[in-house]
């Protein structure tokens, strides 16, 4: 008789575990999606403000480049070819300096968001591999000197340029990989 009691209460309990159960993995399977969702939300951000600001940093290195060819044409008759090329090297030195302390802080947010998203663990590497660099390269340009060997800014320059477009395909990358885990 104990028997059939257990058993009718585990008939009576089963129903109510096979309504419960379906709606608790449902709403876990949910709230998983919803933090994939967000955090490719946030890549997407984040690649749409990278964009913005390579544009915006074009934009200003023109305007900067223009604002001082002005302040100098001004000055042109008080000052000496060697002042004028001073002036000239220390308004692009800020320039260079600039993009690099926002290369560097680009390179920490892709970082950042890489360990958000869910992804192959050589596309990780890649990732991880081209955030380092743009770190290591944006440091280099925030301190960039320009009294320092011209030889060197030649290269320091091709490899900013390089470096810009390796965190925007990065950046698209990430974006994808975010897409493929919804």
């Known amino acids: 008789m104990n028997l059939f009691k257990k058993g009718g209460r585990v008939r009576r309990l089963l129903p109510l575990a096979l309504v419960v159960l379906p709606w608790f993995l449902k709403d876990h399977l949910a709230t998983l999606l919803e933090e994939q969702s967000r955090e490719a939300q946030q890549v997407l951000l984040e690649q749409g403000n990278q964009e913005q600001r390579e544009q915006q940093g074009r934009e200003i290195r023109g305007l900067n480049l223009k604002l001082a060819e002005i302040a100098l044409r001004q000055k042109a008759g008080e000052l000496s070819p060697r002042a004028i090329r001073q002036e000239e090297a220390e308004t692009m030195a800020d320039i260079i300096q600039a993009e690099g302390r926002a290369m560097t802080h680009s390179g920490k947010s892709l970082q950042k968001l890489i360990a958000k998203v869910d992804m192959k663990a050589e596309q990780r ?8 660099v743009v770190q290591e390269v944006g440091a280099a340009l925030a301190a960039f000197d320009p009294k320092a060997a011209p030889e060197g800014h030649e290269a320091l320059m ?3 340029e390089t470096t810009e477009a390796r965190l925007s395909k990065a950046f698209e990358d990430l974006a994808e990989a975010g897409d493929v885990g919804e």
């Open 158 to 160: 091709a490899q900013w």
């Open 125 to 132: 590497t890649g990732l991880e591999e081209s955030a380092r």
